[in-house]
């Protein structure tokens, strides 16, 4: 289960409707109640490391997410700026 806030799916749908290649694959990450599903869910079979792993997971890939999303934003911007520009 993939989540993106309908915000930043508009920026995602918008660098895909225009052929940027980063926004292939498009960036996503796991929804945050299935991270916790998943926490509570393993924390017997591994020792309760999962209970620290899972979120520093979760942390680390909407890190990278943002990252991603802010450079397409950035990219949208410098594409619409030189539009303007050739007009």
């Avoid at 993939?2 to 290649?21: C, S, T, Y």
């Avoid at 996503?28 to 916790?36: E, G, K, R, T």
Wanted: net charge negative; glycine share 4%; proline share 7%.
């Amino acid at each position: 289960m993939r989540f993106l806030p309908a915000e930043d799916q508009f920026i995602v749908d918008r660098a895909l409707a225009l052929g940027l290649n980063d926004a292939v694959p498009a960036p996503a990450y796991l929804s945050p109640d299935l991270c916790i599903a998943l926490s509570f869910l393993l924390a017997v079979p591994s020792f309760g490391l999962s209970l620290l792993l899972v979120p520093i997971f979760w942390v680390a890939q909407h890190d990278r997410t943002k990252h991603r999303i802010m450079g397409l934003r950035k990219q949208l911007e410098e594409d619409s700026y030189r539009g303007v520009l050739s007009d």
